[in-house]
């Protein structure tokens, strides 16, 4: 997955927090738009545009944006420092057998995991379908038996004016999955999963679908907790932009092609294959650099 794009009617305050609090590093700001992310891998991008409404929570739109880290001492420097800077944002946390996560909503209402992955080899799979659960996981003893010296020194130290400062001696993280929240299951799974390729990994009846590629146990999620019955979008802030980065152009182009045959509206302008979900969320399709 690439950088998720958010629209964001305070750019400063989303800057603030997830600079400052999520410890990201402002890659480049330029105008209306803020990149922010890890040693040099771009994780979300901050588009400001006040003149929209904020988002109702009960449509269709994110969910959640996902971020994997490297390693448990680098999740855990990010949860001390939140805890820190922003404790009123933390949401939860569980144990989901493949994964150990941390939930937070970000100033404007987005929801932000914060997450790491349990070794490969430990995930189990049952005809395909891999088991993921929730299991309670206290976050003070996550931080006891993880937070190192040195990030206690970093977070106590960093100068979140400096853009390398907060995260340069952690390790890196990319954008895991992106979950969405979506009127139906069924039509998300036609279309993620028979129109444009996605495999599916788990489900929740008729709550919630995992889907990803490569074998990874998801790279994307659809639920309808807080959404049932939402149909497309209207303008709002939130959710800009999904962005999905396939490994090469001839991938994309078996993609452009499989759409096109299923009746999907594509715009292709060369280097990006740009179209909408059913609840008029965005998606971008590109190859890797």
């Keep these: 997955m690439g950088a998720v794009t958010l629209l964001v009617g305070d750019l400063d305050l989303m800057t603030r927090y997830y600079r400052d609090a999520v410890m990201l590093t402002v890659l480049r700001a330029e105008g209306n738009e803020v ?23 009960r449509s269709a739109g994110l969910f959640h944006t996902a971020i994997l880290f490297e390693d448990q001492a ?11 800077r922003a404790p009123g944002t933390y949401a939860g946390a569980g144990d989901h057998d493949v994964s150990e996560a941390f939930y937070f909503t970000d100033p404007e209402g987005n929801g932000v995991e914060l997450y790491v992955d349990r070794p490969r080899e430990t995930w189990e799979w049952t005809n395909g379908q ?25 977070i106590a130290t960093a100068d979140p004016t400096i853009p390398t400062t907060p995260a340069s001696g952690l390790a890196g993280a990319v954008v895991g999955h992106v979950h969405l929240q979506v009127g139906d299951v069924a039509t998300a799974r036609e279309f993620y999963v028979r129109k444009l390729g996605f ?28 959404s049932a019955g939402a149909g497309p979008r209207v303008p709002a802030l939130g959710l800009g932009t999904v962005d999905i980065v396939l490994p090469s152009t001839e991938q994309v182009a ?18 990006v294959l740009r179209l909408n979900d059913p609840w008029n969320n965005l998606i971008e399709i590109r190859a890797a650099a």
């Excluded at 680098?74 to 820190?84: E, G, I």
């Excluded at 891999?130 to 006891?144: E, H, I, Q, S, Y």
């Excluded at 679908?209 to 807080?226: D, E, I, R």
């Design 35 to 57: 990149v922010m992310g890890r040693h040099g891998t771009p994780l979300l991008v901050l588009r400001h545009d006040p003149s929209l409404p904020p988002g109702s929570p």
């Design 74 to 84: 680098a999740l855990a420097a990010v949860l001390a420092s939140v805890a820190v």
């Design 130 to 154: 891999v088991k993921m659960g929730t299991k309670w996981l206290d976050p003070n003893r996550f931080l006891a038996e993880h937070l190192t010296d040195a990030a206690r020194e970093i």
């Design 199 to 226: 495999e599916e990994t788990t489900s929740l009846g008729n709550q919630a679908l995992f889907v990803s590629a490569g074998g990874y146990h998801h790279h994307m999620a659809m639920n309808t907790w807080n």
């Design 254 to 271: 078996a993609v452009s092609g499989r759409l096109a045959a299923n009746g999907v509206q594509l715009r292709h302008d060369g280097a």
